[in-house]
């Protein structure tokens, strides 16, 4: 791509700058209904970001909207943190090839097409984080990518990084059908969980052996990249998602997760119902799936739209996800709302789409609430989340508006139509003036 | 629903132990009670009061003009609307699991196989029939599906979960023809391309053409099942369900229906706001693609607004569940409506889509569609606007006949 070397550099150029301008005045957003998730809904609330930070929240009269502040008339609009999304799968995400069941070497980050139009859908949806994963068909198809929604033009400006500056990401495993295939894969659900053990095995082992080398290299290991990453698990630096359905499944992750100590979230529970005690007891999350009818796979025989609200009601730390394309993230909204309609509270269902799916991700520190010192990710909306009359109207990401209905591309990304499903065009995405091909 | 008679209690109770048998005791009469009616004949009745009497509808009308004989039992809900028709469905043949011995939606074995009925083919107990039933829906036109150029027949059916032969309202609807992706063949198996997909059934109707002739001719002519069903809808019998989303394919099933004289119904549609002229001037109806059907493959361009756009160009529509071949196994019509609600569709639009204009469509409309006096007694009870995410049904009525939905 050198002939596109100077354009790229200009390009860059001018995002810096009009990041930086973005940060130096403060936005104020007045008179909006307030959902900061983390207390009660404010009615006429005033939200000020600066700097891609969160630095006011609260009702008008409580909040002083500083001179210089870019004020923003937010009346009759409903402000809430940006969704998250625990799982999901868009960015033609792909992981694991067919060679072997169990591939934690593989990377999601290398992998992802940030043109992809799945990204700007889900921008239209108000999601601004996302765990992007891997497939279910192995028992372990790979490591997950954390990202942030922000228009970006490679991977690495999506990429959420952790304090060491390493790309944020969990492990994907699944158990139950998905991965079932003939060899080198599990046949069954007894042998599944044989490779999966002894694998865990092996890690704990490499391990050990790095250990004991105590940082002298005539005695390491030769190095394993897809056992450092199982290292990482072992040691709680990175958590596992699994995809799992059926009762005995889930029990089965258990099992395996208190055998090594691993942290984990366990993905889509159709059945989780049916063992809400026991995921209560193991003080593990679940990342539930909302889907229309039961069935389409035998193991979602007995999925029901009362999992989000029996698992909140034990105790279970309860997010939803997308899935997308199982569900689109467009209307990511309406999973939360169908949970509603099956029992789960209001604010039960909000949280589960915010702060829930943030603390699985261990981002709470950052996002998923309007608090102050939080990253400044919203949505604006046209009246209350959980209503199909609703619209996003706008989504902002670290202070940054990275869809807005009025823009007619934004629109079409939004409601679809023709040219929707197209990849992004490489020019104008990344200023927030849309609209060049 | 406040108040219900104890004989529907008793029944609820019953179902409550046994989902798997849902066959209340028709109660001979009974009234139903909603804050808003809304009748499909003219404005919507406030506080308006249905009774029903031996399955069909006795009387209709405002609660202050319409007395309702004492005694009877009387359900209540916020919203009542006619019994929800979907449109294009296969329930019943596509089963909840989702495994080779529950998907009778398509025969692989030939690419034209219009002989093949849905009477023979349907589930009725499916749980996913149930599943509709308990969101208000007590019609399905449903049959065979798209993964074929001519899958064979479709019907309509009643959502009680009894016997095909009780259930069946028309026992041939249409013939399922596919001109999109899904019916089309690969690994050099004809149809391979989409014209090889039209000069194949436009082969098959000529052939359709000489048959019938041939047999009014000689009486002695051999049956042939399949040029029999054709025959019917060169003769205007039985429309043509044609699958179709790219635009040029729609106006492929525009040219053959006029080079046959043929009625065909466009089915998914996506492109259709790129032709909505020549739709419109065909005089067809459409049966959009669901609002959240997923936007890969020839569904590329789909819009969410699509049933807006085709009730702002004034084409006759009405809304479907379509097809899925895996989750959600099958969707919901009034989510689907719902969502085209939210993206602009008139809530009046919708309903009449999800119920008058599919009777018509389905030429149904003496007996199914609207809340009149002598029609089937098919009701819908919800607990608020039927297409907010968070409305309950809390109650179905199909030919008189009480399925509490336990305020699914």
Redesign the interface.
């Known amino acids: 791509m050198v002939h596109f070397g100077r354009w790229t550099l200009a390009a860059a150029w001018m995002a810096i700058a009009a990041h930086a301008i973005a940060q130096e005045r403060p936005h104020a957003f007045v008179g909006a209904r307030l959902l900061p998730i983390d207390g009660a809904p404010i009615e006429n609330g005033t939200l000020i970001v600066q700097g891609g930070r969160i630095t006011a929240v609260g009702p008008l009269q409580a909040v002083v909207v500083p001179p210089e502040a870019v004020v923003v008339d937010a009346k009759g609009q409903t402000i809430m943190p940006g969704l998250v999304c625990s799982h999901s799968h868009i960015g033609a995400v792909a992981g694991a090839d067919g060679s072997g069941p169990i591939q934690p070497e593989v990377r999601a980050l290398d992998s992802i097409d940030p043109r992809d139009p799945g990204i700007q859908k889900a921008q239209a949806g108000g999601i601004t984080t996302v765990n992007v994963m891997p497939g279910s068909g192995h028992l372990l198809s790979g490591q997950t990518v954390y990202l942030k929604l922000r228009d970006g033009r490679t991977v690495d400006e999506l990429a959420i990084r952790n304090a060491d500056g390493s790309v944020a990401g969990g492990l994907k495993m699944a158990n139950g059908t998905n991965p079932q295939r003939d060899p080198p894969f599990a046949g069954t659900r007894g042998k599944a969980a044989a490779l999966v053990r002894a694998q865990f095995h092996r890690a704990r082992d490499y391990q050990q052996k790095v250990a004991a080398a105590a940082g002298e290299p005539s005695k390491l290991p030769e190095r394993n990249l897809g056992l450092e990453v199982l290292v990482e698990v072992l040691e709680g630096k990175r958590v596992v998602h699994h995809h799992t359905h059926r009762q005995d499944d889930i029990l089965t992750v258990l099992r395996l997760q208190q055998e090594f100590g691993f942290r984990c979230v366990l993905h889509h529970v159709s059945e989780g119902w049916l063992v809400a005690e026991q995921i209560a007891a193991a003080k593990v999350p679940c990342s539930v799936i909302v889907i229309d009818s039961p069935g389409g796979k035998l193991e979602a025989a007995h999925l029901s739209l009362s999992t989000g609200d029996v698992l909140d009601r034990a105790g279970v730390l309860v997010g939803f996800h997308t899935d997308d394309g199982i569900t689109d993230s467009r209307l990511f909204l309406r999973s939360p709302a169908l949970a509603v309609r099956a029992g789960m509270a209001r604010d039960r269902a909000l949280q589960a789409v915010t702060i829930a799916n943030a603390r699985m991700l261990d981002l709470q520190d950052r996002i998923g609430t309007l608090t102050v010192g939080k990253d400044a990710d919203f949505v604006v909306l046209s009246g209350d989340p959980l209503s199909v009359y609703t619209q996003v109207l706008q989504t902002w990401v670290e202070g940054q508006k990275v869809f807005d209905r009025a823009d007619p591309q934004d629109r079409l990304m939004a409601v679809g139509g023709y040219g929707a499903s197209r990849d992004q065009a490489m020019s104008m995405c990344c200023f927030g003036t849309q609209g060049g091909q | 629903m406040t108040t219900c008679g104890t004989l529907f209690a008793a029944v609820a109770l019953l179902l409550g132990a046994a989902p798997q048998e849902p066959q209340p005791a028709p109660a001979r009469e009974f009234a139903v009670a909603g804050a808003v009616v809304w009748t499909m004949a003219g404005e919507p009745l406030t506080d308006g009061v249905v009774l029903v009497r031996d399955g069909k509808i006795a009387a209709v009308g405002a609660a202050a003009t319409l007395t309702i004989p004492p005694g009877i039992p009387v359900l209540r809900a916020a919203v009542v609307t006619p019994g929800l028709i979907d449109a294009h469905a296969t329930v019943g043949l596509s089963?909840?699991?989702?495994?080779p011995h529950d998907q009778d939606q398509v025969e692989k074995s030939s690419p034209m196989q219009p002989e093949l009925r849905a009477l023979d083919a349907f589930h009725p107990r499916d749980?996913?029939v149930g599943?509709l039933r308990g969101l208000g829906i007590t019609s399905v036109h449903t049959g065979h599906g798209t993964g074929a150029l001519i899958s064979g027949q479709t019907m309509l059916v009643k959502t009680h979960g009894r016997t095909v032969e009780q259930d069946v309202v028309a026992p041939l609807a249409m013939v399922a023809v596919s001109l999109a992706d899904a019916g089309r063949a690969a690994g050099g198996k004809a149809p391979g391309t989409r014209a090889k997909s039209v000069a194949m059934l436009r082969e098959q109707l000529q052939k359709a053409r000489e048959y019938a002739a041939k047999r009014q001719r000689d009486a002695a002519t051999p049956v042939d099942l399949g040029l029999d069903v054709l025959a019917k809808v060169l003769a205007g019998e039985v429309p043509l369900l044609v699958t179709a989303h790219r635009a040029h394919d729609l106006l492929s099933a525009l040219r053959v229906a006029k080079e046959f004289g043929i009625r065909v119904v466009l089915d998914g549609a996506a492109?259709a706001?790129?032709v909505l002229p020549e739709i419109r001037a065909a005089g067809v109806w459409v049966l959009p693609h669901p609002a959240?059907a997923?936007?890969?493959g020839d569904l590329?361009?789909?819009?969410?607004?699509l049933a807006k756009l085709l009730g702002d160009a004034q084409v006759p529509f009405a809304l479907q569940s379509g097809y899925?071949a895996?989750?959600?196994?099958?969707?919901?019509v009034l989510?689907e409506a719902?969502?085209a609600?939210?993206?602009g569709l008139p809530a009046a639009a919708a309903l009449r889509a999800l119920t008058i204009d599919a009777a018509r469509l389905l030429q149904v409309e003496a007996r199914l569609g609207s809340l009149a006096v002598g029609k089937d007694a098919d009701l819908a009870l919800y607990d608020g606007d039927p297409?907010?995410?968070?409305?309950?049904c809390v109650g179905t009525v199909v030919d008189g006949r009480h399925y509490p939905t336990a305020g699914r």
Do not use: I
């Open positions: 089963g909840l699991l989702n495994v749980e996913l599943w492109e706001y790129l959240m997923r936007t890969g590329a361009n789909g819009t969410m607004e899925e895996y989750v959600p196994k099958t969707r919901v989510w719902g969502v609600v939210g993206h297409f907010e995410y968070t409305t309950h």
